[in-house]
């Protein structure tokens, strides 16, 4: 009996510690696509030539930046009201959110410096 009661506490815990990463991860987002895709387009156009396409669409996404600002006040909204946040599947999925944040995150980063080693050769 107390194993069980230990498990629900640890996926209790593990789920507030990823709701607060993946609220952090929305907005740190949106705080990278408002402020520093806009440095790094205006220095490609500065530079002239064709850019590759995964730097196309960051720059593209660059333009909805509030979008992650939306939908990070929702997912707040919606722990905040409801249990389903507790439960084993919610944060398995958390944690599925978080990683697809992780490699948001490396894929901007590559798609800002494909450019700069593409003109280097």
């Known amino acids: 009996m107390k194993v ?6 640890i996926i209790q815990i593990l789920g507030w510690v990823l709701k607060g990463l993946v609220i952090i991860g929305f907005f ?9 895709i806009p440095i790094f387009e205006k220095m490609f156009a500065d530079m002239g030539g064709q850019l590759p396409a995964l730097t196309q669409f960051f720059i593209w996404q660059a333009r909805f930046w509030w979008l992650y600002v939306v939908a990070g006040v929702l997912f707040i909204g919606s ?4 249990a389903v946040f ?21 894929l901007m980063i590559l798609a800002m410096y494909l450019p700069i080693f593409r003109l280097k050769s």
């Open 4 to 9: 069980s009661g230990s498990r629900e506490k």
């Open 79 to 82: 722990f905040l009201r409801t």
């Open 86 to 106: 507790q439960r084993t599947s919610f944060v398995m999925a958390l944690a599925v959110l978080f990683l697809g944040q992780v490699l948001f995150y490396i």
């Open 28 to 36: 740190s987002v949106s705080s990278i696509l408002a402020t520093i």
